[in-house]
């Protein structure tokens, strides 16, 4: 079989750990980078070269990879529901947890979660691969449903203890499947490459080893401290949107209000990649986790669990509501403000992009409360 040119998985893992203070254990299974221009940076400028001199006609998308087999894709899909699972038991121990042994593991596991999520889109972004950005897999989505269970009973440390370990596990049996049985030898070796990092994750979710902590803290060895607090506040209403999104996917019983989760997860988890990318290209180090000055609004909503049953999330649903107008009118005061003093190119343009996205966020979830909140 014909192997396809894909992003290399050192190259995937230098972008990681520029965005993320990446552990030694992942480090470790990445290859040394020559100096100077990177593979993909090489790449990307012949590819412009050889488009500026030869015609583009109907279809004639140059060096454009062909997407892997059905096989191949459903094993990333399914890893990155996975994934997802991993992301959501993390952030909600990270958010409810009172253990401080058992949060510190949550958020250090998160941030692991977070890097492979950034490897996957990586290695599967120039092949037409559309991956879930959501817990989309049933056995997945049953694992977070017992999360939720745990976390209304008030015991998040001990379900998450547990859960996590199942996550983990099926993860890394994922991996493992797909390092050895996808059709692809780049497909092989991007799992083989991922591996060591979920084994490590769930070796120390049972305990049996442990892995150093991350800190809460944004740093930057290019950026001033303005353009940081700008790029990790969008960094983390984007976190947060995306999890209460895929709580509330799990959570209301209507569907309107789930397509409006979906729709959010979709878009703030596009934003995140877009800052990701950026930090990552400034020596940029972002935490995984949900800031401090957001989690009030997430644990509002969690909040709003206690009252909900499996045929009635009214309450529940008005208040993510309530907090979905409250943070996205936040969020375009924010951004109306900052768009007229923006010093940064990239991040004015990031601001004035994304400020209808916020705008249509606000109108619906306007809309969507006069329907089924009042």
Known sequence: MKIRRRRLECESLETRALLSGVHAHVMSHAHAHPHGMTAKAAHRAALASEMAATPVTGGGLLNVPS????????????????????????????LSGSNPTTKQLA???????????????GFTGGDGVTL?????????????????????????????????????????????????????????????????????????AQGTTTLAPVSSNPSSSTLNASDLNTLETYYS???????????????????????????L????????????????????????????????????????LKTTGPRNSFNYDRTYLTQMIMGHKGALQLTNTLIPTEQNPVLKQFEIN?????????????????????
Do not use: C
Request: aromatic share 6%.
């Open 67 to 94: 997407a892997p087999g059905s096989g191949d894709v459903a094993m990333l899909q399914s890893a990155a529901s996975g994934n997802q699972l991993i992301i959501f038991l993390t952030q909600f121990e990270a």
């Open 107 to 121: 958020t250090s596991i998160l941030n692991d979660a977070r890097n492979v999520e950034l490897a996957l889109d």
């Open 132 to 204: 879930p950005g959501n817990i989309s897999a049933s056995g997945d989505q049953n694992i977070a449903q017992q999360m939720i269970y745990g976390i209304k009973k008030q015991q998040a440390d001990h379900t998450f203890s547990s859960l996590i370990v199942q996550a983990e596990a099926s993860l890394s049996a994922q991996f493992q499947q797909m390092s050895t049985g996808a059709q692809d030898a780049s497909v092989r070796s991007f799992a083989a490459g991922i591996l060591p990092t979920v084994q490590n994750d769930l070796s120390a």
């Open 237 to 263: 209403i984007d976190l947060m949107e995306h999890f209460l999104g895929q709580l509330t996917m799990l959570v209301t019983t209507k569907n309107q209000i789930s397509l409006y989760s979906a729709k």
């Open 265 to 304: 997860i979709g878009d703030h988890e596009g934003a995140n990649a877009l800052l990701g990318t950026y930090a990552a290209s400034t020596q940029t180090y972002l935490p995984a986790s949900i800031l401090a000055s957001d989690a009030p609004m997430a644990m509002t909503v969690i909040a709003g």
């Open 354 to 374: 994304v400020k209808p996205t916020v705008w249509m966020h606000l109108q619906t979830a306007r809309t969507l409360y006069r329907k089924f909140a009042q």
